[in-house]
């Protein structure tokens, strides 16, 4: 078996976001979590690393059932753990909403500086549109949600690289027009990466009022054929070059100088030979994230 990623699930399913289309509430959990240091099983996750190690991965991302940035120790703890494991994974990515780093900056440049240290360099943000409303109205329909720009100039200001992870919905990020101006956002802010994902839904969802949203909400299949007929004719007139083809049909370009990337939901892969991930509960290995049978140990 090939593995591509390691990703960590920090803390359990506190989160501080409301999205209608939360993929967290249709995956099944995989309890039990570790929701502070010392509930790690660090012996499975010194295995964890060693099978990485094995596999040559070469990244490893934090990411969450609930929103990882609300449990800052426990990153700090699999970041020390990764180190005295002896596996440096060169690659480190956090993905989060971002709210908690915006809205409480003075206790997280603490955090962010001493995760630099221990190699962290990409924070992913979710969203769902360039304009801070339409994020707001998707993330914290009863909040104060933050301001995109001025996030994004925090974690650059702090040495951070920032990929925007963003989420294609219907009356937001819709059309061809919309997504282009998503990409000259990313461009004015010198956002490192930006991707793009169609909304999906696993096969065999938990929550049924999230699969209702997600059908009603559902972006046209149309609207990916568009968007690569776009990315053939920048790429014809040299306005864009693919740099990357990556398994599961994601692909990376070059648009307008920008780092672009197409993508979808997919998680796992029928190749025996080739499977994307081990996804690491805090107690349990996985491989894939739509079912607990996916489990190594
Ligand atoms: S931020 Fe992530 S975990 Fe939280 S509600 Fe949104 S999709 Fe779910």
Redesign the pocket.
Known sequence: MKFQTCSIVVGG?R?????P?????MTPLMEPFAVKPADIDKRNFAIACELAKMSQVTTVVFT????PTLYPKLISAYLRLIDENGYRIPIRELQ??G?AIYQDWGKYRKFLATWKKRWLSTIAI?CAHYEDEKNRR??QPDGDYLNLTELIEILHGAGYSVRLSAIMVKGLLDNLDEIKNLVNFAKENRVEQLTIRPLGKPANSRNPEACEWIDKHITSPSLVEEIFAFLNAEVAAKRAKLLLNLVHGAVVYDLWGQNFCLTNCLTSSPNPDEVRQLIFSGRNLYFDWSSLAAKIF
């Open positions: 399913l989160c501080n976001g409301k999205c289309y939360c993929v967290s509430l969450g059932k609930g929103e989060t909403n709210i979710s998707i993330f």
